[in-house]
């Protein structure tokens, strides 16, 4: 199970860094990948990491303003994330995925991912 945390209350244009830490295992073999649910909406998806190589990819909505990160020595996956709008509020959740390598773009469908973890939420105000 991967544990996010570092969401709270940012205003508008502000900054936040999201962590995710595996407890009981290490992380250093599993593509990870970041989502996030808005109220009375489905999960999206934000950003995914390879663990191997450590290619990235972006939904269009972050693109720009997000940035996934890694630091293995650390078992740890970091989400930066900058000049945030009150459209990113949302609760933002770490997952973790084995098996077969993907092409990059398909790391950005939730199926991909066998490993949930509690989610941070994150509130930007106007």
């Known amino acids: 199970v991967q544990l996010a945390s570092g969401g709270g209350l940012v205003q508008d244009g502000g900054s936040l860094r999201l962590s995710c830490v595996a407890s009981?295992?290490?992380?250093?073999?599993?593509?990870m990948g970041w989502f996030r649910q808005a109220p009375g909406k489905e999960r999206d998806f934000v950003a995914a990491i390879r663990w191997r190589g450590g290619s990235t990819v972006y939904a269009e909505s972050v693109k720009g303003r997000f940035t996934i990160a890694r630091d293995n020595a650390k078992n740890t996956v970091y989400l930066q994330m900058n000049s945030l709008k009150p459209e990113d509020t949302a609760v933002y959740y770490c997952?973790?995925?084995?098996?077969?390598?993907?092409?990059?773009?398909?790391?950005?469908?939730?199926?991909?991912?066998?490993?949930w973890g509690q989610g941070t939420l994150v509130t930007v105000s106007s």
């Open positions: 997952a973790a995925k084995t098996g077969a390598r993907i092409i990059l773009s398909a790391m950005s469908s939730e199926t991909q991912y066998d490993s």
């Open positions: 009981g295992r290490t992380l250093t073999s599993y593509d």
